[in-house]
Every structure is written in structure tokens, then in C-alpha cells.
């Protein structure tokens, strides 16, 4: 079986296609087109053999005689029959529909005319269903009902956390963008190619899982073709996220579509690193939320006002983001640029989350929907929700049991567990004093020196360099506090020290890496 590309192999391959795609764009585009049927011509290929060994047997048996000979051939055909279905069979994988709330014109006419006219501005193939899932995102899936052999059944899904945030006008640049992958106006070449990848990457999952008879033959050459087309591809494709962030801005406007590509990462952001940190701080004091998930966020996106520096610091971090080859959507910036804007022209424009498409779009059915949506996620969390928080009062009973009690009546470890814990739920600066009295006791536990560094780190403090450089170089967590030294100095300037930190971190990982062989 051959094995998965490394990394490195992968973003090579990338870079090398880049390149062909800039020295000569038309030279590349058909490779792509051949690359892309070389997956298709090894499937027919196979199956073309297959029915040409059977048509010839049985060919051959209207020109033998003798019962030897014609059993021969007949059980030779049976053999190609057999053969050919294990390929069939290899082949005929099944995917899951992604699932959420179906959206039909009789609940949802003002989203679903706006879906279609969207739809018929950019003359997409056809979309056979839409539906509204929990999270923040949008996207358009395809479903191939006959595995290899395609037959796809489009779904359109929209997030319900995201229709909350966005205004209609905002909303209708992130659908048009993904409508724009599926668009006829567009380039139909970047389209295809963005559905068959689509389709190998899905399958290259499937094919992981196949243990039918006849797939060695089938995974082999995928293995080593999947990886090869998808890295090949990826510029074409990356094109293809600005043709859809072009189709984005043609159905509303450049600073539409720009707006929303801002508001969504700073949202994104917000979200992932605020809301639902605090959300599930709950568990501390109770054994259910006060609101439910989507409820509490319906509510705190127009009522709690957005932190300022938090959203400052959200909006320089998506703007500081550089392209890379993890995903094919260009950086923010990038996208800002490849839509005519200037990114600094966002660096400092008030977040409104005053309208929302979930408000104008969904009507009456809002409400019933963020209860549906609530019940599930309770079914979902709510033992969970439950255990964490006995789990929490008993690490709070714990902590008073340990913080009465004299420092020198505790054991080692006993010590460690406090500050732990006082760490979590009181804070660091409460915490640092008490792993100090544990690193006064047990000096050769540098384990405390890795927590006190990033306490002092947290604090801004430069002892932590002082703490993480006295860890020896045998020491398990010496390659990771030399790293996170470099870090340290790196935000603060000292780039050549960081530097040294950076080599001796590389240097003891490739000697370990080296001893372990």
C-alpha cells in the first residue's frame, strides 16, 4: 500500500504547480483537465478490460468445441465476472447528506426567494436542497449518489450562528460567494475541477475504510493519485475561491462582500475565544445554563456590547494572517486585495451588529428554530454539562480543604494539586505563590519551572526566561520551554535571542529523534 505524502512532499508539490500555473497558466489549466480524467480513465479502464475479457470469452465460445475447452473459457468468464464486480463493488461507496433543518418556501419564503434569485443571478447547476445547521459557517456540499461514477446531489447549508451575526446584505455576499463555486457564468473549467477534487478528497476518506475484496487494486493507485491531484490542483482551486469571491461582490458590492469576510473573522474569533469559554463558565455555579446556547447568543449579539480591545485585537490578527497551503481560501487580506479594496481601510471601521439575516429571513420561525436547536444541543451536553459541574464543586471543595491546612502539613503532591487548582479557579498570581513554595521544597521538579515561566509569561514578566533557561537540557520539557522562550522574545523584538532559543530547542529534539531510531 503506498503511504501518504509527508508535509514537506505535499507543500512541494503545491509550490511546483504554483509556479507552472504563473510561467503558463493555459499549459497548466490542461494538466489539470488531464490530471483530473486520469482518475476517471484508470476506473473505465479497469472496468473496459474487464468487459472485453468476458465479450471475448464468450466470442470465443461460439468458435470451440469440446466440452473441456468450453468449460475453460466459461468458468475463465465467470472468474472476469467475479473480478469485475470486486472493482464495482470497490468503487460503490456511499456518503452521508449533511444534515439540519430542511428549508421549504411554505416556513422560509423570504429566505428561499432570496436563495433563488441569487441562484438565477449566477445560473448555478441545480441546488436540491437547503438547510439550516447550528454553527457558524456556510457551505455547499455534493453528495455523489453513485461513488466514483458521480450523480451529485447538491445541498446548500447555512449556519444559523452566522445568519445571527451577519446583516442581510453581508449574509447575501457569503451565499453568493458559495453559489459562485457551483456557477455557470463563471469559469466552468475551475467549477469542475472544484467538484471532482471535492469528490476524490471524499472518496480518498472512503477508500481508508475499504476492506471489500478487489480494493487493494483500487487504493493503490489512489493513494498515490488523490494526494498528487489535490496538491496539483490547489492553485486552480484557490482561483476559484476569488472568482467566487468576485461573484460575491457582483451580486452586492466589493465593500459588502469585504465587510462580511472582516465581520466574519472577528465574529469567528469572538466566539471561539470569548463567547463560548464563557458560556460554559456557567458549569461553575450551575447544573444548567440560564439561557441555552443559541438563545444566550441571539441575545448577547444585540444586546452585551463587543469588547473594543478584544475586537481590536481580533480585526489585527485576521488582517496580519498570511496565505498558506493548509486551506485553499487565501488570507484576508489576500481576499480584501483580490476584491479591489484596501485591507487598511478596514483596520479601524466600527463592527454594526445591529441588522440580522436570522431577524429578517427566518420571520416567525426564528424563535421555534433556536428552541430546536437549543433542545438538540441540551440532548447533546447536557449530561456533560452536568458531570463538569460536580466535577467542579469538588475540585472547589478540594481547594478550601487544602488552602486550610497548613503549607508544610501537605505532601508534595498535595502542594501541587493546590496551586493547580487555586490557578483555575482563583488565578495565576494567587497560584504562583504556592508553586514557589513547592519549588522551594522540590528543586530538581523542573516542572515547576515550566508552570511558573508561563505564569510570568502571562504577566508580562521577563523572569520567565529565567525560569525555562534553568531547565537541563534532559529534562522532557526542555525543547518545548526553549520554544516558548523564542516566542517570548520574538514578540518583544529580541529576534536574535530568540534565535539561539529556537536552534538549541531544534538541535535536542533532532537529538532525541535520532536516539529514539
Same mark, same amino acid.
Given at each position: 500500500?503506498?503511504?501518504?505524502?509527508?508535509?514537506?512532499?505535499?507543500?512541494?508539490?503545491?509550490?511546483?504547480?504554483?509556479?507552472?500555473?504563473?510561467?503558463?497558466?493555459?499549459?497548466?489549466?490542461?494538466?489539470?483537465?488531464?490530471?483530473?480524467?486520469?482518475?476517471?480513465?484508470?476506473?473505465?479502464?479497469?472496468?473496459?478490460?474487464?468487459?472485453?475479457?468476458?465479450?471475448?470469452?464468450?466470442?470465443?465460445?461460439?468458435?470451440?468445441?469440446?466440452?473441456?475447452?468450453?468449460?475453460?473459457?466459461?468458468?475463465?468468464?465467470?472468474?472476469?465476472?467475479?473480478?469485475?464486480?470486486?472493482?464495482?463493488?470497490?468503487?460503490?461507496?456511499?456518503?452521508?447528506?449533511?444534515?439540519?433543518?430542511?428549508?421549504?418556501?411554505?416556513?422560509?419564503?423570504?429566505?428561499?426567494?432570496?436563495?433563488?434569485?441569487?441562484?438565477?443571478?449566477?445560473?448555478?447547476?441545480?441546488?436540491?436542497?437547503?438547510?439550516?445547521?447550528?454553527?457558524?459557517?456556510?457551505?455547499?456540499?455534493?453528495?455523489?449518489?453513485?461513488?466514483?461514477?458521480?450523480?451529485?446531489?447538491?445541498?446548500?447549508?447555512?449556519?444559523?450562528?452566522?445568519?445571527?451575526?451577519?446583516?442581510?446584505?453581508?449574509?447575501?455576499?457569503?451565499?453568493?460567494?458559495?453559489?459562485?463555486?457551483?456557477?455557470?457564468?463563471?469559469?466552468?473549467?475551475?467549477?469542475?475541477?472544484?467538484?471532482?477534487?471535492?469528490?476524490?478528497?471524499?472518496?480518498?476518506?472512503?477508500?481508508?475504510?475499504?476492506?471489500?475484496?478487489?480494493?487493494?487494486?483500487?487504493?493503490?493507485?489512489?493513494?498515490?493519485?488523490?494526494?498528487?491531484?489535490?496538491?496539483?490542483?490547489?492553485?486552480?482551486?484557490?482561483?476559484?475561491?476569488?472568482?467566487?469571491?468576485?461573484?460575491?461582490?457582483?451580486?452586492?458590492?466589493?465593500?459588502?462582500?469585504?465587510?462580511?469576510?472582516?465581520?466574519?473573522?472577528?465574529?469567528?474569533?469572538?466566539?471561539?475565544?470569548?463567547?463560548?469559554?464563557?458560556?460554559?463558565?456557567?458549569?461553575?455555579?450551575?447544573?444548567?445554563?440560564?439561557?441555552?446556547?443559541?438563545?444566550?447568543?441571539?441575545?448577547?449579539?444585540?444586546?452585551?456590547?463587543?469588547?473594543?480591545?478584544?475586537?481590536?485585537?481580533?480585526?489585527?490578527?485576521?488582517?496580519?494572517?498570511?496565505?498558506?497551503?493548509?486551506?485553499?481560501?487565501?488570507?484576508?487580506?489576500?481576499?480584501?486585495?483580490?476584491?479591489?479594496?484596501?485591507?487598511?481601510?478596514?483596520?479601524?471601521?466600527?463592527?454594526?451588529?445591529? @441588522?440580522?439575516?436570522?431577524?429578517?429571513?427566518?420571520?416567525? $420561525?426564528?424563535?421555534?428554530?433556536? %428552541? =430546536? *436547536?437549543? /433542545? &438538540?444541543?441540551?440532548?447533546?451536553?447536557?449530561?456533560?454539562?452536568?458531570?463538569?459541574?460536580?466535577?467542579?464543586?469538588?475540585?472547589?471543595?478540594?481547594?478550601?480543604?487544602?488552602?486550610?491546612?497548613?503549607?508544610?502539613?501537605?505532601?508534595?503532591?498535595?502542594?501541587?494539586?493546590?496551586?493547580?487548582?487555586?490557578?483555575?479557579?482563583?488565578?495565576?498570581?494567587?497560584?504562583?505563590?504556592?508553586?514557589?513554595?513547592?519549588?522551594?521544597?522540590?528543586?530538581?521538579?523542573?516542572?515547576?519551572?515550566?508552570?511558573?515561566?508561563?505564569?510570568?509569561?502571562?504577566?508580562?514578566?521577563?523572569?520567565?526566561?529565567?525560569?525555562?533557561? @534553568?531547565?537541563?537540557?534532559?529534562?522532557?520539557?526542555?525543547? $518545548?520551554?526553549?520554544?516558548?522562550? %523564542? =516566542? *517570548?522574545? /520574538? &514578540?518583544?523584538?529580541?529576534?536574535?535571542?530568540?534565535?539561539?532559543?529556537?536552534?538549541?530547542?531544534?538541535?535536542?529534539?533532532?537529538?532525541?529523534?535520532?536516539?529514539?531510531?
Amino acid at each position: 500500500m503506498a503511504t501518504e505524502p509527508t508535509v514537506e512532499q505535499y507543500h512541494g508539490w503545491i509550490q511546483a504547480a504554483e509556479r507552472e500555473a504563473t510561467a503558463n497558466p493555459a499549459a497548466y489549466r490542461r494538466k489539470v483537465g488531464l490530471f483530473a480524467a486520469l482518475g476517471y480513465a484508470y476506473v473505465f479502464t479497469l472496468l473496459a478490460v474487464v468487459a472485453m475479457g468476458v465479450a471475448g470469452i464468450v466470442f470465443a465460445l461460439f468458435f470451440r468445441e469440446g466440452a473441456g475447452a468450453i468449460f475453460a473459457l466459461a468458468k475463465l468468464g465467470v472468474i472476469l465476472l467475479i473480478f469485475g464486480g470486486m472493482i464495482v463493488s470497490a468503487l460503490w461507496v456511499t456518503f452521508d447528506e449533511p444534515q439540519g433543518t430542511p428549508v421549504d418556501a411554505g416556513k422560509f419564503p423570504t429566505l428561499v426567494a432570496e436563495i433563488d434569485d441569487l441562484r438565477k443571478r449566477l445560473a448555478t447547476i441545480p441546488i436540491h436542497r437547503t438547510i439550516i445547521v447550528p454553527e457558524f459557517n456556510a457551505f455547499v456540499s455534493q453528495t455523489p449518489r453513485l461513488g466514483v461514477f458521480g450523480w451529485q446531489r447538491n445541498t446548500l447549508a447555512l449556519g444559523l450562528e452566522l445568519m445571527l451575526t451577519l446583516s442581510p446584505q453581508e449574509m447575501r455576499a457569503v451565499i453568493a460567494h458559495e453559489l459562485g463555486h457551483l456557477s455557470r457564468n463563471h469559469s466552468k473549467f475551475s467549477g469542475w475541477i472544484y467538484r471532482v477534487r471535492r469528490t476524490w478528497a471524499n472518496l480518498f476518506v472512503k477508500f481508508k475504510e475499504n476492506t471489500r475484496l478487489g480494493a487493494g487494486l483500487i487504493n493503490r493507485f489512489f493513494y498515490w493519485y488523490i494526494p498528487r491531484f489535490d496538491a496539483y490542483s490547489f492553485a486552480l482551486r484557490r482561483q476559484n475561491e476569488y472568482e467566487a469571491d468576485a461573484a460575491s461582490a457582483e451580486l452586492t458590492s466589493r465593500e459588502t462582500a469585504g465587510a462580511a469576510l472582516v465581520k466574519v473573522d472577528i465574529i469567528g474569533a469572538h466566539l471561539n475565544h470569548r463567547y463560548w469559554r464563557d458560556f460554559y463558565a456557567q458549569t461553575l455555579h450551575s447544573q444548567e445554563p440560564q439561557r441555552m446556547a443559541f438563545a444566550a447568543l441571539a441575545h448577547d449579539l444585540r444586546a452585551v456590547p463587543l469588547d473594543p480591545d478584544h475586537v481590536a485585537g481580533y480585526r489585527q490578527s485576521a488582517l496580519a494572517q498570511e496565505t498558506g497551503f493548509e486551506d485553499t481560501h487565501p488570507s484576508l487580506v489576500d481576499r480584501l486585495k483580490g476584491l479591489g479594496l484596501e485591507p487598511a481601510s478596514f483596520a479601524a471601521i466600527p463592527l454594526d451588529l445591529s @441588522a440580522s439575516a436570522a431577524v429578517e429571513w427566518l420571520g416567525a $420561525e426564528l424563535p421555534r428554530l433556536i %428552541a =430546536e *436547536f437549543d /433542545e &438538540a444541543w441540551w440532548r447533546q451536553n447536557g449530561d456533560g454539562w452536568r458531570s463538569r459541574h460536580q466535577e467542579l464543586q469538588d475540585e472547589l471543595a478540594e481547594m478550601r480543604d487544602l488552602s486550610a491546612r497548613p503549607a508544610q502539613s501537605l505532601e508534595d503532591m498535595q502542594l501541587w494539586r493546590l496551586g493547580a487548582l487555586t490557578a483555575r479557579h482563583v488565578g495565576e498570581a494567587e497560584a504562583l505563590n504556592v508553586f514557589r513554595t513547592y519549588q522551594m521544597r522540590v528543586p530538581g521538579d523542573f516542572d515547576a519551572n515550566i508552570v511558573i515561566g508561563r505564569f510570568l509569561r502571562n504577566a508580562d514578566d521577563a523572569g520567565c526566561l529565567d525560569e525555562w533557561r @534553568a531547565i537541563p537540557r534532559d529534562h522532557a520539557g526542555f525543547v $518545548e520551554a526553549n520554544v516558548e522562550a %523564542a =516566542e *517570548f522574545l /520574538e &514578540a518583544r523584538g529580541r529576534s536574535e535571542e530568540a534565535a539561539r532559543h529556537l536552534a538549541v530547542a531544534r538541535e535536542r529534539a533532532a537529538e532525541r529523534q535520532s536516539s529514539a531510531a
